[in-house]
T-cell receptor
Framework: RKEVEQDPGPFNVPEGATVAFNCTYS??????FFWYRQDCRKEPKLLMS???SGNEDGRFTAQLNRASQYISLLIRDSKLSDSATYLC?????????FGSGTKLNVKP | DAGVIQSPRHEVTEMGQEVTLRCKPI?????LFWYRQTMMRGLELLIY????????DSGMPEDRFSAKMPNASFSTLKIQPSEPRDSAVYFC???????????????FGSGTRLTVV
């Protein structure tokens, strides 16, 4: 079983839509959680950390559900520039496990 | 800060040749990671170092791959001999490390796109 699983998508949404991604992880002892964004032919970049109480950064909201072992990312009022692949990342003892990513296409 | 610096950006080599990829982590980051990314397998952790010491190399595919970190500001990943199936993007990343309550992410370099023909 993979450490981290994500729906690969693609999610095709119109500008202004709200879109949500989920990600499940297998190790209940996982310590830290992140969402990364990767543009085509670029390196992954940290989008936001995910805290136990949930956290928001502008149009982006991240949540963690330890009981069900999943994390989520909600994007409100999506922009064309949000088109990218979103990687769910789970950390355990300094090893980061990456999901395979969810591709988002925001259309005009 | 210049970020994590990798070289070369692109490498095209013939099967059987030796390939050396280089990485300079962010100053002060005591963890360094080498990843490989392909369409089929996504991001795979190859090896990581803490304070220049290799901690976990279980992701290194086989003996043809080796990695070193002679000092805090430099690491190499070597493939000898290279094979076409090694074609991928190789990323180096660094971080301050993790601990109870710590929540630092990685910073990735721009990657080396390796093509073995």
């Amino acid at each position: 079983r993979k450490e981290v699983e994500q729906d690969p998508g693609p999610f095709n949404v119109p500008e202004g839509a709200t879109v949500a991604f989920n990600c499940t992880y297998s190790n209940s002892a996982s310590q830290s959680f992140f969402w990364y964004r990767q543009d085509c032919r670029k390196e992954p970049k940290l989008l936001m950390s995910v805290y136990s109480s949930g956290n928001e950064d502008g149009r982006f909201t991240a949540q963690l559900n330890r009981a069900s072992q999943y994390i989520s990312l909600l994007i409100r009022d999506s922009k064309l520039s949000d088109s990218a692949t979103y990687l769910c990342v789970v950390s355990n003892f300094n090893k980061f496990y990456f999901g395979s990513g969810t591709k988002l296409n925001v259309k005009p | 800060d210049a970020g994590v610096i990798q070289s070369p950006r692109h490498e095209v080599t013939e099967m059987g040749q030796e390939v050396t990829l280089r990485c300079k982590p962010i100053s002060g980051h005591d963890y360094l990671f080498w990843y490989r990314q392909t369409m089929m397998r996504g991001l795979e952790l190859l090896i990581y170092f803490n304070n220049n010491v290799p901690i976990d190399d279980s992701g290194m595919p086989e003996d043809r791959f080796s990695a070193k970190m002679p000092n805090a500001s430099f690491s190499t990943l070597k493939i000898q001999p290279s094979e076409p199936r090694d074609s991928a993007v190789y990323f180096c990343a660094s971080t301050q490390g993790q601990g109870e309550g710590a929540n630092y992410g990685y910073t990735f370099g721009s990657g080396t796109r390796l093509t073995v023909v």
